[in-house]
């Protein structure tokens, strides 16, 4: 905002607007985080939606559950019964509570693309290391927020995967049960958890919004990178406001549209259909999947026939990630320039899908043999391909610019 | 716009790829036509009325119905005084004025009784099974209405060499449960006499039944379908006007 007016009669509310502004400089700090005080790359393509989305999507899933909240019972003979007033009685619960149910599955769909954009471009590399770790860190929390929103509605399939997931950790030598005793607050998930769990969950997404702030403080000190992954000047950039704004609001268009079509057509699609039977400790389902955004992580604990060395590679499987800025040796950044690594990422995605599916099959016959193999992959690809493909491949030439004429070679 | 196109691919791929994960199914259930299903789907509200008189008089006896109140049988198409009268059939415990335990009729705040004073006596009654509660029943089993249609009338003779528990019956439908169901076969030709003077045939009150049964599991879903419209056609125009006005900024870079 500048400040220089030609005219010596400035307005009243202009007068009141710079003198705040000289205490609290509110709209200069939004102006500097996302407006024309911003310079972004020219060149960034619709992948650089998603970081936005994925906070606009926070919001919606703050607001929903805050109105879910007031409503809700976090009590074991109450919360199903709780859940079905909310969607039968309260004045567009239904709508509220399918917008919250959805609204998770999506917020993984958008940060999923969202974190694979950052390994195409190379954007976890020199200088965004503490950017890309940040990020890893929401994701985690995020997990384990969804995880226990999950339990809420105290379905069989709330109570039976609670049980699964929390009895990984009595997999740790010595201190694994009691370390589960204490996450229960008793001998098995019952009260006590529910309530723990809705007190963690009403607790994390804030943690997650001020995440979310470290997160794009870290990717301002070097700002975006872009779909080439090389070093912008200034003559190539253009101000957040209003390019990339305008850009996001038509993002959220295509995104609201995508994900009301699940809302309003096909809110059960994404569910299971057990979390309609209320939980009961005494009848256990013959086959309990997690949710479907942690399935392939389901898949590798299960394709390693120990439990302890199950749960090491589960949980390496998401903490190889703070490693990758140091695991791939190439110097060029998008994969755009990388013939061989980009073969070999392409799999990556289609071996994570592959995954998916036989976390969410019985662990028996060809979706464990078939796990087993894309566990390897899975690990071979950060650990062996990374570094070896970024020491062999040749990259092509990259642009000086983003003007410059490799780049149509490139796109 | 290609790009547009390819991370829409991208998000309409992986929700795709997420919604198929859970497709997999051990029987086949075949697809039925349902008066709700689809973009601008609605309920029948004479099905509805056949549905809710095949429930009481045929499935009431064993199972409940426990979310579903006297009142919400407004959205079936009947008026106050109907419901009145049907909530008045019912008896609920209540105390007098004494103290003593006495009973009192129903009211339409009430909700469906539950047949049975408590789940021992339930199973008791029911060869060690129990009827679960039908209110939500139609989204709690994979396949959802087709198979509540095909589970009530997959009655048929075991295939050769299948022994039947005592008490059980062969049912084609119930993987769930080995293909041996604790609940008999309950739906004939004429088991009800239809008020609306509908042919009361296996198939009709079956169709009835399910119909009723999902409005029972999902009465907003009218509200659902055109509050969805709505915001469709909002948001198909919002995001339009968002493109057009994305464009018209960034052609100022190219001056
Ligand atoms: C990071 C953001 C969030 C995520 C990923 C998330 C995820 C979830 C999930 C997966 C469920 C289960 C939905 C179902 O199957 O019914 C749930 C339920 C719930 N959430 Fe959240 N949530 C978030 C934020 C919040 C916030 C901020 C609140 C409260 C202030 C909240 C309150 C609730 C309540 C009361 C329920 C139980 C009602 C229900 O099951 O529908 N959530 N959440």
Redesign the pocket.
Known sequence: MSTDNSSTEKSVWRRAFEWHEARLPLVSFIDNAVGTKYPAPRNLNYFWNFGFLAGFV?VL??MT??V??MN?IPHKDMAFDS?ER?MRDVNYGWLI?YM??NG?SF?FIVVYIHIFRGLYYGSYKAPREVLWWIGIIIYLV?MA??FM??V??WGQMSFWGATVITNLFSAIPLIGEPIVTFLWGGFSVDNPTLNRF?AL??L???V?FALVFLHVWALHIPGSNNPLGIEVGPADKIPFHPYYTIKDVFGIGVFLLVYFAVVFWGPNML?DPL?YVVANPLVTPPHIVP?WYYLPFYAILRAIPDKLLGVIAMFGSILVLFVVPWLDTSRVRSANFRPVYRVFFWLFIINGMVLGWCGSQLPEGLPLIVGRICTLYYFLFFFVLMPVIGWMETPKPLPASIGSPALKAAE | MKKIILAAAATLALASFTASVFAAEEVHIPKEQWSFNGTFGKFDRLQLQRGLQVYKEICASCHSLKYVAFRNLAALGYNEAQIKAFAAEYEYPDIDDEGSDTKRKGLPSDYFPNPYPNEKFARASSNGALPPDLSLISKAREGGPDYLFHLITGYEDPPAGMTVMDGMSYNKYFSSGNFQIAMVKQIEDDKVTYADGTKATTDQIARDVTAFLHWAAEPMLEARHSTGLRVMLYMIVFTLLAYFLKRRIWARLDK
């Open positions: 926070l899933m703050i559950g805050v879910l909240a809700y859940v909310i509570r919250h149910a998770a917020f995020m927020t969804a929103g999950y809420l509605p809705f969950h009403y994390l997404p804030f997650i569910g979390n949710e």
